[in-house]
């Protein structure tokens, strides 16, 4: 039987890369993201292992699960791509501080990008333990640096995810399941500013974006036999940007 492999905020952008990359190596995907897919989705043709759901209310979270445990009907999960992620911006593209964001605004943000990754491999862990299976999440180059257009919210819930992944790597070892993450820097996805041009100018050593199967191919390393001692470390996919 095929390895089986969660992705959320698959619909477009680094989630639909991972999904597609996952599924040219032979595994099967479910996928997770608010969004519905697009009518040109090329890599597969069967939608009945997607899940619409917005990890921006988690308190719902525990439908999602059940949904997703319906689809496994008792196969273990290989791997959990915890990817969804939001980081709103003014409407010039400039970054969102701490005095223009109030609690709301916070918990918005920290709903999907921590409390929903950590919500969700509680509650599949049972499965992630029957596969010995790894767990990456993403989080990005704002935890090794001041990002000039992802605002504090943003920057802050990156960090708790790259704190989490330390936490849980260390608490799923006893079950054989290996927690890690990536961090991108600028990827040509749709959560860009429009100043990144700027920053790929000034701040990337190779002079380009990263393309969303870069980082895909980081997740897939980390989910494989090849990365089988490799748990609570961070993959930096941002082309030297963190130098």
Same mark, same amino acid.
């Given at each position: 039987?095929?390895?089986?492999?969660?992705?959320?905020?698959?619909?477009?952008?680094?989630?639909?890369?991972?999904?597609?990359?996952?599924?040219?190596?032979?595994?099967?995907?479910? @996928? %997770?993201?608010?969004?519905?897919?697009?009518?040109?989705?090329? #890599?597969?043709?069967?939608?009945?292992?997607?899940?619409?759901?917005?990890?921006? @209310?988690?308190?719902?979270?525990?439908?999602?699960?059940?949904?997703?445990?319906?689809?496994?009907?008792?196969?273990?999960?290989?791997?959990?791509? *915890?990817?969804?992620?939001?980081?709103?911006?003014?409407?010039?593209?400039?970054?969102?501080?701490?005095?223009?964001?109030?609690?709301?605004? #916070?918990?918005?943000?920290? *709903?999907? *990008?921590?409390?929903?990754?950590?919500?969700?491999? &509680?509650?599949?862990?049972?499965? %992630?333990?029957?596969?010995?299976?790894?767990?990456?999440?993403? @989080?990005?180059i704002v935890v090794q640096r001041v990002h000039p257009f992802a605002?504090?919210?943003?920057?802050?819930?990156?960090?708790?995810?790259?704190?989490?992944?330390?936490?849980?790597?260390?608490?799923?070892?006893?079950?054989?399941? &290996?927690v890690n993450a990536v961090s991108p820097g600028e990827i040509d996805?749709?959560?860009?500013?429009?100043?990144?041009?700027?920053?790929?100018?000034?701040?990337?050593?190779?002079?380009?974006?990263?393309?969303?199967?870069?980082?895909?191919?980081?997740?897939y390393y980390l989910c494989s036999p090849d990365s089988s001692y490799?748990?609570?470390?961070?993959?930096?996919?941002?082309?030297?940007?963190?130098?």
């Amino acid at each position: 039987m095929n390895p089986i492999v969660l992705v959320t905020g698959a619909s477009r952008g680094i989630g639909y890369a991972t999904a597609e990359t996952f599924h040219s190596k032979g595994w099967d995907v479910l @996928t %997770l993201s608010r969004h519905p897919f697009d009518s040109d989705v090329i #890599w597969t043709d069967d939608l009945t292992t997607h899940i619409q759901f917005d990890l921006e @209310t988690p308190q719902y979270l525990d439908d999602a699960i059940a949904e997703i445990k319906h689809v496994l009907a008792g196969r273990p999960l290989n791997a959990l791509v *915890n990817n969804a992620g939001i980081s709103p911006k003014l409407p010039n593209g400039d970054r969102i501080g701490v005095v223009a964001a109030d609690l709301d605004f #916070w918990q918005s943000i920290f *709903n999907v *990008n921590v409390f929903s990754p950590a919500l969700l491999t &509680r509650g599949l862990h049972s499965e %992630l333990k029957a596969a010995q299976g790894s767990v990456v999440n993403i @989080t990005s180059i704002v935890v090794q640096r001041v990002h000039p257009f992802a605002g504090s919210p943003y920057a802050t819930s990156k960090a708790a995810l790259g704190g989490l992944t330390r936490e849980m790597a260390a608490e799923f070892a006893r079950d054989g399941i &290996r927690v890690n993450a990536v961090s991108p820097g600028e990827i040509d996805t749709p959560i860009l500013s429009i100043k990144t041009q700027e920053i790929i100018d000034s701040h990337v050593p190779m002079k380009r974006l990263g393309t969303p199967y870069e980082v895909a191919d980081a997740v897939y390393y980390l989910c494989s036999p090849d990365s089988s001692y490799i748990t609570g470390s961070e993959v930096l996919v941002n082309g030297g940007q963190h130098l």
